[in-house]
């Protein structure tokens, strides 16, 4: 059986430094998703890790199992990721957490396409009854040119790296485009929050290298 660990094979992406922004070309990748609003220590919020999961867990087993018309391959499930914006974005600036965006989403196989999604999705509805009314996604997201590092500690300190990042790119005569992404490498509903691991990345446009 083929197994496949995406710690390994995609480290630049997964694993960057604690001490220094780095940039990085992100691939194209079949994320699924779901699309919400509003705080994110909301009931919504935890409903759509609990759909998110519980497909993508449905969807390995299947996999490890052959059961899809593929080779069996087994693999670690990706971690959560968030990309955030607002309307206004001094939102963000004042906490003001109700008028706050958020696209919850895990990446998946390059080889999942959106028909094992759905068989998968069917099997998981009897696990967990909310999938059959979210409003789930399954598409390929596009970042490319990335500003990320790995920050260490609780969302509600983020601010000061957040702007370094900024910094970082516009020290590149770059100009910030996209969204605000984080990747959640710690279960942040059962970690302390000074040992939150949180990858934090934001995708701009530069002529220039580093």
Same mark, same amino acid.
């Given at each position: ?14 694993? &960057? ?11 194209? =990748? ?5 699309? $919400?609003? $509003? ?8 409903? *759509?890790?609990? @759909?998110?999961?519980? @497909? ?5 087993? #299947?996999?490890?199992?052959? !059961? ?17 914006? *607002? ?7 004042? !906490? ?8 919850? #989403?895990?990446?998946?196989?390059? @080889?999942?396409? !959106? %028909? =094992?999604?759905?068989? *998968?999705?069917?099997? *998981?509805?009897?696990?967990? &009854?909310?999938?059959?009314? /979210? ?8 970042? !490319?040119? /990335? ?12 601010? &000061? ?7 970082? @790119? ?6 910030? /485009? ?7 490498? /710690?279960?942040? %509903?059962?970690?302390?929050?000074? %040992? ?15």
């Amino acid at each position: 059986m083929k197994k496949i660990d995406y710690k390994k094979e995609l480290k630049h992406l997964y694993k &960057p430094s604690a001490k220094n922004i780095v940039t990085v070309d992100v691939p194209d =990748m079949n994320f699924l998703m779901i699309d $919400g609003h $509003g705080d994110p220590k909301g009931k919504n919020f935890e409903e *759509a890790i609990n @759909i998110l999961f519980t @497909i993508s867990y449905t969807l390995k087993f #299947m996999i490890k199992k052959g !059961g899809l018309e593929i080779p069996e391959i087994d693999y670690n499930v990706r971690p959560l990721e968030g990309l955030w914006w *607002a309307d206004d974005m001094s939102d963000f600036v004042t !906490g003001n957490k109700e008028k706050w965006k958020w696209t919850l #989403m895990i990446a998946q196989l390059d @080889i999942v396409e !959106g %028909r =094992m999604i759905e068989e *998968a999705v069917k099997k *998981a509805q009897k696990k967990n &009854p909310l999938i059959l009314s /979210s409003k789930w996604s399954y598409k390929k997201y596009c970042e !490319g040119k /990335s500003a990320h590092i790995m920050y260490i500690g609780p969302f509600e300190d983020e601010g &000061p790296t957040i702007q370094s990042i900024h910094q970082y @790119i516009k020290d590149l005569d770059g100009k910030v /485009s996209g969204k605000h992404h984080e990747i959640y490498l /710690s279960d942040f %509903r059962r970690t302390a929050p000074d %040992r939150l691991k949180t990858i934090i990345r934001q995708p701009f446009s530069s002529n220039k290298t580093h």
